[in-house]
């Protein structure tokens, strides 16, 4: 009688345990301890070191609850490998029976995609349009998505999730700088024929791996468990959340500061290549080359680039474009500011050269721990690196 009472308000209360399998889920293998992350990298067709830090990295990353979560950007001609490498990153912790899928085609078919999976990675693309870039910067840190239940007129059902994200084109599909800032971008060289390998014996040889990556990947992790209250930056750089903890978790897996270097590098070729992407950004700076200061309204400035391919049509359009790339001028040292002036408050933009930030944001205070204190962590950086990856790489 009392086992039934018992039984009667856990039903009521709904089940103890919180684990919900989606259709498309496959189960991880039981991790191996004696592993090493290191044997993840002849897998990966990366450019360097560097690269790899920033993959492990991101694959720490993916493991924390809540996120905030960069997105991984993979861009590479034909024959890259972006496809595998999208499938073998989300297969090391988030294995599916559908691992890379077409992009969604609205907002509610991205937020059901997201409750269904832990990773989400777009396959082939060959841009992204503004919704869908804004609602991923959204879904990077955790974004909601509500919409009317069916057969209610009243009734909504909301979809809540923060999701990694992998995302992978021949271009680089990131043009917007709010997400190009919450990203990690990758560029992959094209495999030579006599370096090609068959894709079962890659799967192959990944699947008697696996269960040693992931033991490593989870040493990696309880090491970052240790280590994150010790961990204290000079200066907090976007998805700070994320950078404490890759710097936590790094001296398990490479040596102190290589995250930081990786990343900081990253950064800052993204940022290059959105403001040569953007005409108004492009221009600002090429103005900017060779004057301390310009001052105007956004109709001055229009008239400049007139004769420019994709330049806005109007002033207004031309500032909205200005403050997106605010940021990222900034940290190429062009400060712009928006104001009035004069009796009747005309609008101005003030472009100012302050000094380009070298972005060295993110000085780490953690000490390096003995290869003895994070077991199958082991760091995987050494003179040898680079020959032993590029003979074996897919």
């Known amino acids: 009688m009392h086992r039934n009472r018992c039984q009667r308000l856990a039903d009521r209360r709904g089940p103890p345990v ?31 070191e560097n690269d790899f830090v920033l993959v492990v990295a991101w694959l720490l990353g993916a493991l924390r609850a809540g996120g905030p979560y960069p997105v991984l950007a993979i861009a590479g001609e034909q024959g890259s490998a972006k496809t ?31 409750s269904n999976g832990h990773i989400l990675a777009f396959d082939n ?20 998505f509500s919409t009317r239940r069916l057969f209610s007129d009243q009734d909504e059902i909301l979809f809540a999730a923060a999701r990694p994200i992998i995302l992978n084109g021949i271009e680089d599909v990131i043009t917007r700088p709010d997400l190009a800032d ?12 006599g370096q090609r390998r068959a894709e079962h014996a890659l799967w192959r040889e990944f699947e008697l791996a696996r269960p040693h990556i992931l033991g490593a990947l989870l040493d990696a992790a309880a090491h970052g468990l240790r280590m994150l209250p010790q961990v204290c930056l000079k200066r907090l750089p976007r998805m700070a959340d994320f950078a ?12 102190a500061g290589a995250f930081e270097a990786a990343y900081s590098n990253n950064r800052r070729d993204a940022i290059e290549n959105i403001v040569d992407a953007d005409p108004a950004a492009a221009l600002v700076r090429e103005m900017m080359a060779d004057r301390a200061q310009w001052t105007g309204s956004a109709s ?30 900034r940290t190429l040292g062009i400060e712009i500011v928006f104001g009035r002036e004069g009796r009747f408050g ?15 944001d993110t000085v780490s205070t953690v000490s390096r721990v003995s290869d003895n204190e994070h ?13 032993r990856f590029k003979c074996r790489r897919c």
């Open 18 to 48: 919180r684990f919900r399998r989606s259709a498309g889920m496959q189960p991880l293998p039981l991790p191996l301890r004696g592993g090493s992350i290191e044997a993840l990298a002849p897998l990966l067709n990366l450019a360097d």
């Open 84 to 114: 595998v490498l999208s499938k073998l990153l989300r297969a090391v912790i988030d294995p599916s029976v559908a691992p890379v899928r077409a992009p969604p085609r609205d907002e509610r078919e991205l937020f059901i995609a997201a």
């Open 125 to 144: 693309l060959s841009g992204l349009p503004p919704w869908l870039s804004d609602t991923l910067c959204r879904l990077t840190s955790g974004g909601a």
């Open 182 to 193: 919450r990203a990690i971008v990758l560029r992959l060289t094209p495999i030579a024929e």
């Open 244 to 255: 404490l903890w890759a710097t936590a978790c790094e001296s398990a897996f490479s040596p």
């Open 300 to 329: 001055d400035l229009l008239q400049v680039g007139a004769n420019r391919s994709g330049w806005p049509k109007n002033p207004r359009a031309l500032a909205g474009r200005l403050r997106r790339a605010q940021t990222f001028l």
């Open 346 to 360: 005309t609008r101005t933009i003030r472009i100012t050269a302050i000094g380009e930030n070298q972005m060295h």
């Open 375 to 387: 077991g199958a962590g082991l760091a995987i950086l050494g003179s040898d690196w680079n020959r």
